[in-house]
């Protein structure tokens, strides 16, 4: 097991061989949870790679596991490769402890469904369209260049040789919705028609003629991940935004199925011809 410079593949291995360690030792996560004194929801966290692991525990937990010191070696550098290269991490200054668990989330996920009922997806908007969208936010002017700069690194995702199964619903209202002026706005339509023809991605609307829909009223995302059948959802809302990742919380599922209810309701609607009518307002 070589080390690797990519955090990603370093985090995809260091999970991989823990959960498989786990299972080896025919150990719940439970068991181990109970045994190293955390909660069963960090140890789900650190197998599904969306936590990060001290040295200490990480000795701990392989010495439980009654790993092999050659093999304890190996772990430990990939789990120090993880912690040294993130890549988020030179935007702490602009990133509180949600976002970067958000970022950790959406970095290691291998299918993402995103719903928005007001604005663009973070990952699908233009550097213009962002800092319009940050400024109402935030009600602070300028907006930091790095928390621009940050969200178009986020969306590199789309870059990867493999990228992760995106799907994005969004409400008739944001097309429909001039931000930031004509000029960022038509540009911003643009992007998001190219994007729509992306053969990796999913775009959907919702049209007005659906009237009311489940859950309708604010935005969230639902993450899953590789060989893991944990849901991670975010929800944001007036009062700010909340993770829910206990594997005892039915919620993530609840909004995932919801999701797909939308998926359905729909699938009828042509996206690129809805996009090409609200560009043709803005001329």
Do not use: C
Not at 5 to 23: I, Q, T
Not at 36 to 61: A, P
Not at 259 to 283: H, M, Y
């Amino acid at each position: 097991m070589p080390q690797s410079p990519d955090p990603l593949v370093s985090l995809g291995r260091l999970r991989a061989e823990l959960r498989r360690l786990r299972e080896q030792r025919r150990f719940t996560q439970q068991q181990v949870a109970d045994e190293m004194d955390w909660s069963l929801s960090k140890l789900i966290r650190i197998e599904g790679g969306r936590n990060r692991i001290s040295t200490n525990d990480l000795r701990v937990l392989l010495n439980h596991y009654g790993v092999e010191p050659a093999l304890q070696e190996q772990l430990l550098a990939l789990s120090k490769d993880v912690r040294r290269t993130a890549w988020w991490d030179r935007f702490a200054d602009v990133i509180n402890r949600d976002y970067a668990a958000y970022i950790g989330y959406e970095t290691v996920a291998s299918v993402i469904r995103n719903f928005e009922i007001t604005i663009v997806p973070g990952l699908l908007q233009t550097p213009e369209y962002a800092e319009q969208a940050m400024l109402n936010t935030s009600g602070r002017s300028p907006v930091n260049p790095k928390a621009i700069e940050l969200r178009m690194e986020r969306q590199k995702l789309f870059e990867r040789e493999t990228p992760p199964e995106t799907h994005f619903i969004i409400d008739e209202s944001v097309i429909r919705r001039v931000v930031g002026g004509r000029a960022v706005m038509r540009a911003q339509l643009l992007h998001l028609r190219t994007m729509a023809q992306r053969p990796d991605l999913t775009l959907q609307i919702m049209p007005f003629s659906e009237g009311l829909y489940p859950r309708h009223r604010r935005g969230y995302v639902v993450f899953e991940f590789p060989d893991d059948a944990s849901l991670v959802l975010y929800i944001e809302g007036a009062e700010g935004s909340m993770i829910i990742s206990e594997p005892t919380e039915r919620k993530p599922q609840e909004y995932l199925e919801s999701f797909w209810q939308l998926e359905e309701a729909a699938g009828a609607v042509d996206p690129i011809k809805l996009i090409d009518d609200a560009l043709e307002r803005l001329t």
